[in-house]
C-alpha cells in the first residue's frame, strides 16, 4: 500500500515546475513509525549540511529530495542540500575533511573517503545493520566502503552502470545477433562494421567516464592490471602488451574521431547514428525516449563487456558512495539519515526515480521491478556485482587515485589505438607514469 | 601679537613633545598609514598566496593530507616527465603563435576601424563581441564547430567538393594544436584591437597632415608616426596579451582536457589535473610555479623592452 502511494507521489512530483519535491503524507506517516525504532536516535536541535554532486535525473533528485523531507518531518533534523558538478565536489570534500569542517555529509565519487579516512566517521554499526537486513553487500561496495582496518567509512549507496550501448539492426547486419560475449568475436563484430560502413568507437580523449571504463575493461581483460595485491606497479607485463595489441586492431576499425572524444562525444555520435557501438551508462537511451527519437530507442539496446583471455567479466562501474564526516556534532543524525536513505521504501523509490542511471549496492534490490519493466535496462542491474575498482587488485588510495585521474591507463591505450606508439612503448611508459605515484 | 597668538595655537612638535605627537605629525609615517591597507590586501591576496603555491611546490602535499617538505623532488620528477614537456612545449607554441595572430589581426583591425566609415560604433561594438562572450561558451561553439562528425567547416568543404570525409580537428594531435590555437585567436582579438584603437585615438591628426604635406606616402606614416606611438600601448596590450594565453585554461579544459594523447595539454591545465583532480598539490603547485619564471621574463621584456622612450622616439638607447 505505502509502495503505491510512494510511486504515485514519485511519478506526480516529476510533474511539478520547479522540481521541488516534498514528503507524502504517507512517506511521512512511515518515516514517523521508522524512526520510533531505529536504533539511532539525533541529537537534540540537530542540523545536518548534506552535499551532493549534480543530479542525472529530475525524478531521480525528487525522490532523494523527498526522502529527506520525510526525515525532517519525523525526526525534526533539518537538512540544507547543495549540489555542486563532480569536479568542484571533490576539492570541497578533502578541504572539509582537511579543515575538519564543512558539510556533515557529502555524496560524492569514486573512492575519496579513502583518501582521508581518519576524516570520516565510523558508519560499521549502519552498514552491518543494512547489510544484514537487505542480504548483504556486493564485494563491490564492501571494498568503497570499508577502510583498511575493516570498518566502514563510507556508505557506497550507489554505483553507476558503463556498458556497451549497440544500435541492433547495424550489429546484425554485421553478422551478429547481439554483442558477442568473447573479445575475439567482438573485433571481429567491429571489423564487419567497418566494412559495412556504420563503424563503432569509443572515447581515446581525456574521459573520465567514458574514457576510463573501457580502457580498464580492456586492459583487466586480457590480464594486465596497473598494480598487484601488494601495491607492485605491473602494467608493463606480456597480458598488457596483449590487451594492447588488441586494442592496436580494434582501434584501426574505429570511427573517425574518437582520439579527441570527450565523455559528451559519443553520445551524441550514437544518437546520430555516425556510431553503432560505443560505451555508456543508461543516458543515451533515457535521451532517445526523453527527446522522442523513437528510431534510435527502438534500435538500441545494451550489453555486458565481452569476456577477454582471462574468462571472466573485467568491468568498471563508477561508484557514487555517501562520506559521512567525523567533524560532524551530530554523528547519530547523519547515522540515522544514512540507514533512513537505504531503507526498502526510500531506496526503492530512488532505483525507480533513476530510471537504470543508478544501481543497487545491496543485494535485495536485485528484484527491483525497474530492471525489469523495460528489457532494455536489465543488463545495469548486475553491475555492481560485476565491477572491478579503479584501484584493481591493490589498494584504494592517493596513488591509485592520482593514476586514474592523470589518465595513465587511457592515455596508454590512446598511444597504441591512434598508432603514437607501440604496445610495447605503451606499456612501458605507463608503468614509469605509474611508479612515480606508487613510490618506486 | 596676532602672529604670535596664531604661533601659540600651533601644537608644538619639539623635542619635549611626546612620541605619538611626533609620530602624529611626521609625512613619512603618515604616508606609510595609508599604504598600508593596500599592502595588506596585496600581502594577504597576492603575495601569500604566491608564496604558498611556490612553497607547496616543495612538499608533497596532497588534497586533504598534509606534507612534508621534499625539497626539489617534484621537480625533478617533472624533468623526467614527458607529459610535462609536452606541455610546456604546447605551451610556448600556444602563447607565441596566438600572441603573433593577435597582434598582427588586433593591429590591423584597430587601424581599420580607426577610419571614418558608415556604422563605425556598430562595427567597434561587434569587433567586441568574441571578447563579451562567456570563454566556457565559446569553448562550447568551437567544441561544435571542430566536431569528428558534425563539423560545419568539414560540412561546407564536403558540399564544395573540396574534401571527401570530415576534417579530425581535435582527434589529430597537430590538428587539434592549430584548432584550439584559433579559438584563442579568435577570442583574444577584440582586446587587442580595441585597446590599440584607443592608443590610436590619442595620435594628434596634425602629424599625419604635417607627414602628408612632407610627402610621406601612408605605409611611412604608419611606420613613422603610428607605429612609435602605439608601442607603449603596444607594449601594456601584448604583455596582458602573452599573460593571459600563456596561463590558459577554460578553452583547453572544456574542448579537449588537454587531449588527444596530452597534445594539447598547457602547464595551467596538466597542474589542474595533477594538483585538484589527482589530488597531488604538491605536484600540481611545482607545475604552476615553473610558470614564474616565464611570465616574468615576459613582463621584463615588456618593461626594459618595448617602454624605451628614446626608440619609441626614433632615437637609440644607451
Same mark, same amino acid.
Given at each position: 500500500?505505502?509502495?503505491?502511494?510512494?510511486?504515485?507521489?514519485?511519478?506526480?512530483?516529476?510533474?511539478?515546475?520547479?522540481?521541488?519535491?516534498?514528503?507524502?503524507?504517507?512517506?511521512?506517516?512511515?518515516?514517523?513509525?521508522?524512526?520510533?525504532?531505529?536504533?539511532?536516535?539525533?541529537?537534540?536541535?540537530? +542540523?545536518?549540511?548534506?552535499?551532493?554532486?549534480?543530479?542525472?535525473?529530475?525524478?531521480?533528485?525528487?525522490?532523494?529530495?523527498?526522502?529527506?523531507?520525510?526525515?525532517?518531518?519525523?525526526?525534526?533534523?533539518?537538512?540544507?542540500?547543495?549540489?555542486?558538478?563532480?569536479?568542484?565536489?571533490?576539492?570541497?570534500?578533502?578541504?572539509?575533511?582537511?579543515?575538519?569542517?564543512?558539510?556533515?555529509?557529502?555524496?560524492?565519487?569514486?573512492?575519496?573517503?579513502?583518501?582521508?579516512?581518519?576524516?570520516?566517521?565510523?558508519?560499521?554499526?549502519?552498514?552491518?545493520?543494512?547489510?544484514?537486513?537487505?542480504?548483504?553487500?556486493?564485494?563491490?561496495?564492501?571494498?568503497?566502503?570499508?577502510?583498511?582496518?575493516?570498518?566502514?567509512?563510507?556508505?557506497?549507496?550507489?554505483?553507476?552502470?558503463?556498458?556497451?550501448?549497440?544500435?541492433?539492426?547495424?550489429?546484425? +547486419?554485421?553478422?551478429?545477433?547481439?554483442?558477442?560475449?568473447?573479445?575475439?568475436?567482438?573485433?571481429?563484430?567491429?571489423?564487419?562494421?567497418?566494412?559495412?560502413?556504420?563503424?563503432?568507437?569509443?572515447?581515446?580523449?581525456?574521459?573520465?567516464?567514458?574514457?576510463?571504463?573501457?580502457?580498464?575493461?580492456?586492459?583487466?581483460?586480457?590480464?594486465?592490471?596497473?598494480?598487484?595485491?601488494?601495491?607492485?606497479?605491473?602494467?608493463?607485463?606480456?597480458?598488457?602488451?596483449?590487451?594492447?595489441?588488441?586494442?592496436?586492431?580494434?582501434?584501426?576499425?574505429?570511427?573517425?574521431?574518437?582520439?579527441?572524444?570527450?565523455?559528451?562525444?559519443?553520445?551524441?555520435?550514437?544518437?546520430?547514428?555516425?556510431?553503432?557501438?560505443?560505451?555508456?551508462?543508461?543516458?543515451?537511451?533515457?535521451?532517445?525516449?526523453?527527446?522522442?527519437?523513437?528510431?534510435?530507442?527502438?534500435?538500441?539496446?545494451?550489453?555486458?563487456?565481452?569476456?577477454?583471455?582471462?574468462?571472466?567479466?573485467?568491468?568498471?562501474?563508477?561508484?557514487?558512495?555517501?562520506?559521512?564526516?567525523?567533524?560532524?556534532?551530530?554523528?547519530?543524525?547523519?547515522?540515522?539519515?544514512?540507514?533512513?536513505?537505504?531503507?526498502?521504501?526510500?531506496?526503492?523509490?530512488?532505483? !525507480?526515480?533513476?530510471?537504470?542511471?543508478?544501481?543497487?549496492?545491496?543485494?535485495?534490490?536485485?528484484?527491483?521491478?525497474?530492471?525489469?519493466?523495460?528489457?532494455?535496462?536489465?543488463?545495469?542491474?548486475?553491475?555492481?556485482?560485476?565491477?572491478?575498482?579503479?584501484?584493481?587488485?591493490?589498494?584504494?588510495?592517493?596513488?591509485?587515485?592520482?593514476?586514474?585521474?592523470?589518465?595513465?591507463?587511457?592515455?596508454?591505450?590512446?598511444?597504441?589505438?591512434?598508432?603514437?606508439?607501440?604496445?610495447?612503448?605503451?606499456?612501458?611508459?605507463? !608503468?614509469?607514469?605509474?611508479?612515480?605515484?606508487?613510490?618506486? | 601679537?596676532?602672529?604670535?597668538?596664531?604661533?601659540?595655537?600651533?601644537?608644538?612638535?619639539?623635542?619635549?613633545?611626546?612620541?605619538?605627537?611626533?609620530?602624529?605629525?611626521?609625512?613619512?609615517?603618515?604616508?606609510?598609514?595609508?599604504?598600508?591597507?593596500?599592502?595588506?590586501?596585496?600581502?594577504?591576496?597576492?603575495?601569500?598566496?604566491?608564496?604558498?603555491?611556490?612553497?607547496?611546490?616543495?612538499?608533497?602535499?596532497?588534497?586533504?593530507?598534509?606534507?612534508?617538505?621534499?625539497?626539489?623532488?617534484?621537480?625533478?620528477?617533472?624533468?623526467?616527465?614527458?607529459?610535462?614537456?609536452?606541455?610546456?612545449?604546447?605551451?610556448?607554441?600556444?602563447?607565441?603563435?596566438?600572441?603573433?595572430?593577435?597582434?598582427?589581426?588586433?593591429?590591423?583591425?584597430?587601424?581599420?576601424?580607426?577610419?571614418?566609415?558608415?556604422?563605425?560604433?556598430?562595427?567597434?561594438?561587434?569587433?567586441?563581441?568574441?571578447?563579451?562572450?562567456?570563454?566556457?561558451?565559446?569553448?562550447?561553439?568551437?567544441?561544435?564547430?571542430?566536431?569528428?562528425?558534425?563539423?560545419?567547416?568539414?560540412?561546407?568543404?564536403?558540399?564544395?567538393?573540396?574534401?571527401?570525409?570530415?576534417?579530425?580537428?581535435?582527434?589529430?594531435?597537430?590538428?587539434?594544436?592549430?584548432?584550439?590555437?584559433?579559438?584563442?585567436?579568435?577570442?583574444?582579438?577584440?582586446?587587442?584591437?580595441?585597446?590599440?584603437?584607443?592608443?590610436?585615438?590619442?595620435?594628434?591628426?596634425?602629424?599625419?597632415?604635417?607627414?602628408?604635406?612632407?610627402?610621406?606616402?601612408?605605409?611611412?606614416?604608419?611606420?613613422?608616426?603610428?607605429?612609435?606611438?602605439?608601442?607603449?600601448?603596444?607594449?601594456?596590450?601584448?604583455?596582458?596579451?602573452?599573460?593571459?594565453?600563456?596561463?590558459?585554461?577554460?578553452?583547453?579544459?572544456?574542448?579537449?582536457?588537454?587531449?588527444?594523447?596530452?597534445?594539447?595539454?598547457?602547464?595551467?591545465?596538466?597542474?589542474?589535473?595533477?594538483?585538484?583532480?589527482?589530488?597531488?598539490?604538491?605536484?600540481?603547485?611545482?607545475?604552476?610555479?615553473?610558470?614564474?619564471?616565464?611570465?616574468?621574463?615576459?613582463?621584463?621584456?615588456?618593461?626594459?623592452?618595448?617602454?624605451?622612450?628614446?626608440?619609441?622616439?626614433?632615437?637609440?638607447?644607451?
Amino acid at each position: 500500500m505505502l509502495k503505491s502511494t510512494r510511486r504515485d507521489f514519485v511519478k506526480g512530483a516529476s510533474s511539478l515546475a520547479l522540481g521541488a519535491a516534498f514528503a507524502s503524507p504517507a512517506l511521512i506517516e512511515a518515516a514517523r513509525a521508522w524512526a520510533a525504532e531505529s536504533p539511532w536516535k539525533p541529537e537534540d536541535g540537530a +542540523k545536518l549540511r548534506m552535499l551532493r554532486w549534480k543530479r542525472f535525473v529530475q525524478s531521480e533528485g525528487e525522490a532523494f529530495q523527498a526522502s529527506l523531507d520525510a526525515f525532517t518531518k519525523a525526526t525534526g533534523v533539518e537538512i540544507r542540500l547543495d549540489s555542486e558538478g563532480f569536479e568542484d565536489l571533490r576539492p570541497k570534500a578533502a578541504v572539509a575533511a582537511n579543515i575538519g569542517s564543512g558539510p556533515d555529509v557529502i555524496w560524492g565519487i569514486h573512492a575519496d573517503a579513502h583518501l582521508y579516512p581518519d576524516a570520516m566517521l565510523d558508519i560499521t554499526d549502519v552498514c552491518d545493520h543494512l547489510g544484514g537486513k537487505y542480504g548483504g553487500w556486493y564485494p563491490i561496495a564492501e571494498h568503497y566502503g570499508k577502510g583498511r582496518d575493516g570498518k566502514w567509512i563510507n556508505l557506497p549507496i550507489t554505483i553507476s552502470g558503463n556498458l556497451i550501448n549497440y544500435r541492433k539492426s547495424m550489429v546484425q +547486419k554485421a553478422g551478429f545477433d547481439k554483442i558477442p560475449d568473447n573479445t575475439a568475436d567482438f573485433l571481429k563484430l567491429f571489423q564487419n562494421l567497418k566494412k559495412n560502413g556504420s563503424p563503432g568507437g569509443f572515447a581515446l580523449g581525456n574521459a573520465s567516464g567514458d574514457g576510463n571504463c573501457w580502457t580498464h575493461w580492456i586492459l583487466w581483460s586480457h590480464g594486465g592490471r596497473v598494480v598487484d595485491e601488494n601495491d607492485n606497479v605491473v602494467v608493463n607485463s606480456p597480458e598488457t602488451v596483449a590487451g594492447l595489441e588488441y586494442v592496436k586492431e580494434l582501434g584501426e576499425n574505429f570511427v573517425q574521431g574518437t582520439a579527441s572524444w570527450l565523455d559528451g562525444h559519443n553520445n551524441k555520435a550514437f544518437l546520430q547514428g555516425a556510431c553503432s557501438v560505443t560505451n555508456n551508462g543508461i543516458s543515451i537511451y533515457a535521451a532517445a525516449v526523453r527527446e522522442g527519437m523513437k528510431d534510435v530507442a527502438e534500435d538500441m539496446d545494451h550489453a555486458f563487456y565481452p569476456v577477454g583471455p582471462v574468462g571472466e567479466p573485467t568491468e568498471f562501474h563508477v561508484a557514487f558512495p555517501m562520506m559521512p564526516y567525523k567533524h560532524t556534532k551530530y554523528p547519530n543524525a547523519v547515522k540515522a539519515l544514512l540507514a533512513w536513505l537505504m531503507e526498502k521504501e526510500q531506496y526503492d523509490a530512488f532505483l !525507480q526515480g533513476s530510471v537504470g542511471y543508478l544501481s543497487h549496492s545491496l543485494k535485495a534490490f536485485q528484484e527491483h521491478p525497474v530492471w525489469t519493466e523495460d528489457p532494455k535496462r536489465t543488463v545495469f542491474r548486475d553491475v555492481a556485482q560485476r565491477s572491478r575498482s579503479f584501484a584493481h587488485a591493490g589498494t584504494l588510495g592517493y596513488a591509485a587515485s592520482t593514476v586514474f585521474a592523470d589518465f595513465v591507463v587511457v592515455n596508454m591505450v590512446a598511444e597504441v589505438a591512434t598508432g603514437a606508439r607501440s604496445p610495447q612503448d605503451a606499456a612501458k611508459r605507463a !608503468q614509469k607514469r605509474a611508479e612515480r605515484y606508487y613510490k618506486v | 601679537m596676532a602672529t604670535t597668538t596664531e604661533a601659540e595655537q600651533v601644537t608644538p612638535v619639539g623635542e619635549d613633545s611626546s612620541w605619538y605627537e611626533r609620530l602624529k605629525h611626521n609625512r613619512n609615517w603618515l604616508g606609510f598609514l595609508f599604504m598600508v591597507p593596500a599592502a595588506a590586501i596585496l600581502l594577504v591576496f597576492l603575495a601569500y598566496p604566491l608564496g604558498l603555491g611556490v612553497w607547496l611546490g616543495f612538499t608533497d602535499v596532497k588534497v586533504g593530507r598534509p606534507g612534508q617538505f621534499v625539497g626539489f623532488d617534484n621537480y625533478a620528477w617533472l624533468l623526467e616527465d614527458d607529459v610535462f614537456w609536452l606541455s610546456v612545449f604546447n605551451t610556448f607554441l600556444y602563447t607565441v603563435v596566438a600572441s603573433i595572430f593577435k597582434f598582427a589581426i588586433g593591429l590591423w583591425l584597430a587601424v581599420l576601424l580607426n577610419r571614418h566609415m558608415p556604422f563605425k560604433s556598430f562595427l567597434r561594438a561587434i569587433v567586441l563581441l568574441p571578447f563579451i562572450v562567456p570563454t566556457v561558451l565559446s569553448a562550447l561553439a568551437f567544441w561544435w564547430i571542430y566536431d569528428s562528425q558534425d563539423s560545419v567547416i568539414s560540412w561546407t568543404l564536403i558540399e564544395m567538393g573540396l574534401i571527401e570525409r570530415p576534417i579530425d580537428f581535435l582527434g589529430d594531435p597537430n590538428n587539434a594544436r592549430a584548432s584550439v590555437i584559433v579559438a584563442n585567436i579568435w577570442r583574444g582579438i577584440p582586446f587587442v584591437a580595441i585597446t590599440l584603437l584607443a592608443g590610436l585615438q590619442t595620435i594628434s591628426p596634425s602629424l599625419y597632415e604635417a607627414a602628408t604635406i612632407d610627402g610621406a606616402n601612408e605605409w611611412q606614416r604608419f611606420w613613422r608616426i603610428t607605429l612609435p606611438l602605439l608601442t607603449p600601448i603596444i607594449a601594456v596590450v601584448m604583455t596582458f596579451s602573452v599573460l593571459f594565453t600563456f596561463t590558459d585554461f577554460q578553452l583547453i579544459w572544456v574542448m579537449t582536457r588537454g587531449g588527444p594523447i596530452n597534445a594539447t595539454h598547457l602547464m595551467a591545465t596538466l597542474s589542474y589535473q595533477r594538483a585538484i583532480i589527482g589530488g597531488s598539490l604538491g605536484e600540481g603547485a611545482a607545475i604552476a610555479t615553473a610558470m614564474i619564471p616565464f611570465l616574468l621574463a615576459a613582463i621584463l621584456f615588456s618593461y626594459f623592452g618595448l617602454q624605451r622612450r628614446k626608440w619609441q622616439q626614433g632615437g637609440v638607447d644607451d
